[in-house]
T-cell receptor
Framework: NAGVTQTPKFQVLKTGQSMTLQCAQDMNHEYMSWYRQDPGMGLRLIHYSVGAGITDQGEVPNGYNVSRSTTEDFPLRLLSAAPSQTSVYFC??????????????????FGSGTQLSVL | GQQLNQSPQSMFIQEGEDVSMNCTSSSIFNTWLWYKQDPGEGPVLLIALYKAGELTSNGRLTAQFGITRKDSFLNISASIPSDVGIYFCAGQLFKAAGNKLTFGGGTRVLVKP
């Protein structure tokens, strides 16, 4: 199994450009999420999904969109890149014990990250 | 939102040493987790704790879920060079909004020159 696959590994954008970070998992996980990692701030949740067709906002959702049309894929879209979005982005997935928003999903499997620079 | 404070922010280890790090919160959690991130990779789960007072080991790693449910500790015994990396604690509180994890800022473990 490949696990959680993120592409691209590195990306440089100009302010105002848009792009999509791809995330795919082959473990049939219901729960998928996007985090950003900034120095000294740990990992902050951007958006998450508890299943195909269901998405919700995390702690820092502004400037990002997501969709979940299949169980396997959970792309993250930057609508109009800003320098404040320079960060390392991680996609993560997990099994869900239970259903929907009451499920537990603590054992996250992370991708290897996308390092994004916005100039 | 909830904040997790990890300490120390960084530490140097010498091969063979035992090291400790901790994580504290102003509010309680139902689950505590410890992840490790190697350079250029995503975090990997080391230990999950589900009950106040629980003590769990994974090889040379031992973690404890604090009695007050507001803290957790991770110990590494007999350090080896591959223990270098960033260690993150994470807490989870069961509620309607996706039971999301809150991560601490990380403890960076480095090797003494």
């Amino acid at each position: 199994n490949a696990g959680v696959t993120q592409t691209p590994k590195f990306q440089v954008l100009k302010t105002g450009q848009s792009m999509t970070l791809q995330c795919a998992q082959d473990m049939n996980h219901e729960y998928m999420s996007w985090y950003r990692q900034d120095p000294g701030m740990g990992l902050r949740l951007i958006h998450y999904s508890v299943g195909a067709g269901i998405t919700d906002q995390g702690e820092v959702p502004n400037g990002y969109n997501v969709s979940r049309s299949t169980t396997e894929d959970f792309p993250l879209r930057l609508l109009s890149a800003a320098p404040s979005q320079t960060s390392v982005y991680f996609c993560a997935s997990s099994y869900s014990r239970g259903r929907g928003h009451t499920s537990t999903n603590e054992k996250l499997f992370f991708g290897s990250g996308t390092q994004l620079s916005v100039l | 939102g909830q904040q997790l404070n990890q300490s120390p922010q960084s530490m140097f280890i010498q091969e063979g040493e035992d090291v400790s790090m901790n994580c504290t919160s102003s509010s309680i959690f139902n689950t505590w987790l410890w992840y490790k991130q190697d350079p250029g990779e995503g975090p990997v789960l080391l230990i999950a704790l589900y009950k106040a007072g629980e003590l769990t080991s994974n090889g040379r790693l031992t973690a404890q879920f604090g009695i007050t449910r507001k803290d957790s500790f991770l110990n590494i015994s007999a350090s080896i060079p591959s223990d270098v990396g960033i260690y993150f604690c994470a807490g989870q509180l069961f509620k309607a909004a996706g039971n999301k994890l809150t991560f601490g800022g990380g403890t960076r473990v480095l090797v003494k020159p």
